[in-house]
């Protein structure tokens, strides 16, 4: 039976690479493949690859439940880790692809875990070969991206737009965002998570903790959070904004609820 992740915590990211797309997210600290759309862009059948990943003692294979881009619903997907992917690669004999996309099996072979590492760890990665046109893309992207974050000044925390806006900025130049640690957003949900609380358990508290961390943030501050946008469970939802620097008040409420880390 194939291991099932209930509680998805992470985007579904469009990795451009050689005039295709890598549907990834970074879950548990880690990269992972959608298996169907990263095998049928090689122009092969999935089935015998997916079945074939199954018998192989080496292979971590899950499923969760995301919405990807083009798809207005949440499905359940199979995913794999990068190193998974790569074994996977490594056992397709390159006479059953077709010469048109033999170099992009190759191109895979030789650079796709760099390219993946470097979009989660970097913020973004940009091909040493890229085309002018692949350039002014992101180029114009990121001015889309950042017209988007001018028009929310004043409606959402100038924290979370900053932290947001330095990370618009390294996916444009192919670079690590630099940023203040005090100003990285913060939320109930990570925090929950990051603590060790299970998913069921973080559903049945959550909105209690939210409420009083919502009450001590009033108190301290003299004024409600703004609220800003989150993806949590996969779902864009408007929540009440934290920073790091507000995690005095979260292990604040997280002791008086008597709560546990593990």
């Known amino acids: 039976m194939v291991p099932q992740i209930t509680q998805p915590t992470a985007e579904v990211a469009?990795?451009?690479?050689?005039?295709?797309?890598?549907?990834?997210?970074?879950?548990?600290?880690?990269?992972?493949?959608?298996l169907k759309p990263f095998i049928e862009s090689l122009g092969i059948a999935y089935q015998p690859q997916h079945r074939k990943l199954m018998n192989k003692s080496w292979a971590s294979v899950t499923t969760t439940v995301m919405q990807v881009p083009g798809d207005g619903q949440r499905r359940e997907h199979t995913i794999v880790d990068v190193?998974?992917?790569?074994?996977?690669?490594?056992?397709?004999?390159?006479?059953?692809?077709?010469?048109?996309?033999?170099p992009l099996l190759i191109a895979y072979q030789s650079e796709v875990a760099d390219v993946i590492?470097?979009?989660?760890?970097?913020?973004?990665?940009?091909?040493?070969?890229?085309?002018?046109?692949?350039?002014?893309?992101?180029?114009?992207?990121?001015?889309?991206?950042?017209?988007?974050?001018?028009?929310?000044?004043?409606?959402v925390d100038d924290a979370y737009?900053?932290?947001?806006?330095?990370?618009?900025?390294?996916?444009a130049l192919g670079i690590e965002p630099e940023l203040d640690t005090a100003t990285i957003p913060q939320d109930v949900e990570s925090y929950l998570r990051d603590t060790g609380i299970g998913g069921v358990e973080r559903s049945r508290v959550r909105s209690q903790f939210g409420k009083r961390l919502k009450g001590a943030y009033v108190?301290?501050?003299?004024?409600?959070?703004l609220k800003v946008p989150r993806t949590i469970n996969g779902v864009v939802t408007e929540v009440n904004g934290y920073t790091r620097q507000d995690l005095a008040l979260f292990d604040q409420i997280f002791d008086a609820m008597g709560l546990v880390r593990s």
């Open 161 to 171: 737009l900053e932290v947001q806006g330095r990370f618009v900025i390294g996916q």
């Open 219 to 225: 108190a301290k501050h003299g004024r409600e959070p």
């Open 83 to 102: 190193r998974t992917a790569l074994m996977l690669l490594a056992t397709i004999d390159e006479s059953r692809v077709s010469e048109q996309r033999r």
């Open 14 to 34: 469009t990795i451009p690479f050689h005039g295709s797309d890598i549907l990834a997210v970074h879950i548990d600290g880690k990269p992972n493949v959608l």
């Open 117 to 155: 590492e470097a979009y989660f760890s970097q913020g973004g990665a940009i091909n040493p070969n890229a085309t002018i046109d692949q350039l002014d893309v992101l180029a114009r992207r990121a001015q889309a991206q950042a017209g988007v974050l001018a028009a929310l000044k004043g409606i």
